[in-house]
């Protein structure tokens, strides 16, 4: 059985987790199914997937099964290595002449690590796609991570600056973690001089700038959003809340399906997101971004195909980014986009 496609051997439930095998034996086999057992913990889950129609392979995206074994904790950044070692074993089932069905299991097996914090196998740089100046409020958490414990990146600094850009103080920031290291970096976290406009925080030969601030009048009318980014770290945004709705109701929701199978794996849309198939939702807030420049919206394409996104909204709330209601609105002199969306949460 050929492996086409497979998850890296450290990867984050931030990305999908593809599995795509072919075997010359489903085009001529009665009733043909891949097996994919998945052992995690001792445990094993026993997939079993029908070929594609297209080329026969298959195909599936592992992250469902995985993200029962590792946990996100809120706030993000008390879930320093978090992880799950993963075995995979494949074969395939088809039923014989006789009628009865018969397995036929590979020898060899597939293993990776899923972590739910930094990917320990990524370059020796912050974590993160975010535009290099952001805003955020008083009271906000933010987060950064770096990628490559084993160098000698050194501690980050933050340095605090007035109105007139004159530099008020500047501090060392606390690092959590070994392999994967984490800091701080939100007004909430941060002991912010008086008179702060702003501030930078600089990393491994990176800066990031944050402006103190909010998108609209008063801090009710933001949505702080914080969602793990393509590194496996946390990536945040402020959002105006336009609306916001206090429902009961049930929604059933599924997985989109994927764009294309190729025989290099899979190819799938940017607003490709997961779905759950049962979801109860007690509120729901309309808001808008800023107007974004094409970076910062490439940017915010990780959140809507994030698994994990949490709402900061008087505490901490699991929530979904409803991707299909999604608007672009685009002011073409300017070349800049707003992005209206939906975020669905529970109490």
Not at 103 to 117: A, G, H, R
Not at 191 to 202: C, G, M, R
Not at 279 to 308: C, G, H, M, P
Not at 331 to 341: A, G, H, N, P, V
């Amino acid at each position: 059985m050929n492996i086409i496609q497979a998850p890296q051997d450290f990867s984050t439930l931030a990305n999908p987790l593809y599995l795509v095998v072919n075997d010359s034996s489903s085009a001529v086999l009665s009733e043909f199914r891949y097996i994919v057992d998945i052992e995690i913990a001792g445990q094993t889950t026993r997939l079993k997937l029908n070929p594609h129609p297209n080329n026969g392979y298959g195909v599936v995206d592992l992250r469902e099964v995985v993200s029962s074994y590792v946990d996100v904790s809120l706030p993000p950044i008390s879930q320093v290595n978090n992880f799950a070692e993963v075995d995979i074993m494949l074969g395939y089932e088809y039923v014989a002449s006789s009628g009865i069905v018969q397995e036929v299991l590979d020898e060899e097996d597939y293993d990776f690590t899923v972590i739910n914090s930094t990917n320990k196998d990524s370059s020796d740089k912050v974590l993160t796609n975010a535009p290099d100046i952001q805003t955020i409020g008083e009271d906000e958490y933010a987060y950064l991570a770096y990628g490559d414990a084993s160098s000698s990146v050194g501690d980050p600094t933050v340095t605090y600056y007035n109105e007139n850009g004159g530099s008020i103080s500047s501090q060392t920031l606390t690092v959590i973690g070994t392999d994967y290291l984490f800091t701080k970096v939100g007004t909430a976290d941060l002991n912010v001089p008086a008179n702060t406009t702003y501030y930078v925080v600089k990393w491994g030969g990176e800066s990031y700038r944050y402006n103190i601030g909010y998108c609209g009048k008063f801090k009710n009318e933001t949505v702080r959003v914080h969602f793990e980014n393509s590194y496996g770290a946390w990536d945040s945004f402020t959002f105006t809340q336009i609306n916001r709705k206090f429902l009961n109701r049930e929604t059933q929701q599924v997985e989109t399906s994927f764009d294309q199978v190729t025989s290099s794996g899979v190819t799938e849309s940017p607003f490709n997101g997961t779905r759950d198939f049962h979801v109860e939702v007690t509120n729901l807030i309309v808001a808008n971004s800023k107007w974004l420049t094409q970076k910062e919206y490439d940017w915010l394409v990780e959140l809507f195909r994030s698994k994990n996104v949490l709402l900061e909204k008087d505490g901490w709330h699991r929530a979904r980014v409803r991707t299909n209601t999604i608007e672009h609105k685009k002011k073409e002199f300017d070349k800049l986009i707003q992005l209206q969306i939906e975020i669905s949460y529970n109490d």
